[in-house]
């Protein structure tokens, strides 16, 4: 009842948001909820009026584009991103909304033998034999690629796996290198791989060296139109934006 009646209220407001003048909402947003934007911003603009116009990276790039000054009205970021811009000034604390929660997972070649990642020790031992890997360059700013290279240290094998990794700088291009051959094994957040081509999910990370992120969306203090900006951080918490997290591979909320 609760759902549906939250259901209600946003179907409402986005309704007498079409009876107002439409605004553009300028939009940065994660990587990591890049297929969830691209799905659901047309339908929202369907629903409003509004139009979005959205630039996606990683965590480090979007924080450094707001903090040199650049006006936006909504971000959707790890929490920690968030807090960052928040702590800053940047954003409005009072207006954040959790939309999602994610992990990392590990690819290979479609149809390829998967490896054991089951355990932190089955883990260590895959990546020692496999020939290649692949994950975000932590110098990117992405979360997950500062994240693997501690999972690297602490299994006690960085200085190894050093000749033998190949950093990529998005999900796409380690999709690619996997695809193609080119890295045995890659790694990034999964809601990023699953719908790439040519790769298979092995799964996530072992529980123990695991780091579940956790996207949020914010209004910023110098957001043009607050209200516009709102309606679209409403809409990406219906049950229809749910259902589309869900199918990203993400747990909504």
């Known amino acids: 009842m609760r759902v549906a009646l939250l259901a209600l209220a946003v179907l409402v407001s986005l309704g007498q948001v079409r009876t107002g003048e439409a605004a ?54 790890p929490r920690q991103g968030i807090e960052r811009l928040v702590k800053d000034g940047k954003a409005d604390g009072g207006s954040i ?5 994610a992990g990392i997972g590990v690819i290979v070649r479609r149809g390829a033998a998967k490896p054991d990642i089951s355990t932190p020790e089955a883990l260590k031992r895959s990546l020692v034999a496999a020939k ?22 602490r299994l006690g094998i960085a200085a190894e796996m050093k000749s033998k990794t190949v950093l990529h700088p998005n999900a796409r291009a380690a999709g690619a290198l996997v695809a193609n051959g080119d890295a045995e094994i890659g790694i990034n957040l999964i809601q990023e791989l699953i719908a790439l081509p040519g790769i298979d999910l092995v799964g996530p990370l072992p529980a123990d060296l695991q780091n579940t ?5 914010v209004i910023m203090t110098d957001a043009k139109d607050r209200t516009a900006a709102k309606s679209l951080i409403d809409f990406l918490r219906t049950p229809e934006a749910m259902s589309v997290i869900k199918a990203t591979g993400m747990d909504p909320g």
């Open 24 to 77: 553009e909402i300028k939009v940065l947003c994660a990587n990591g909820m890049r297929g969830v934007i691209e799905e659901l911003g047309p339908r929202f603009e369907r629903a409003t009026g509004h139009k979005l116009a959205v630039s996606f990276g990683t965590l480090g790039v979007i924080v450094d584009r707001v903090q040199k000054g650049e006006t936006v009205d909504v971000v959707t970021l």
């Open 97 to 101: 909304a959790v939309l999602a929660r």
């Open 132 to 153: 290649s890997i692949t994950y975000l360059d932590p110098a990117a700013g992405g979360t997950s690629g500062a994240h693997f290279a501690k999972v690297l240290d």
């Open 213 to 217: 992120l956790v996207f949020a969306a």
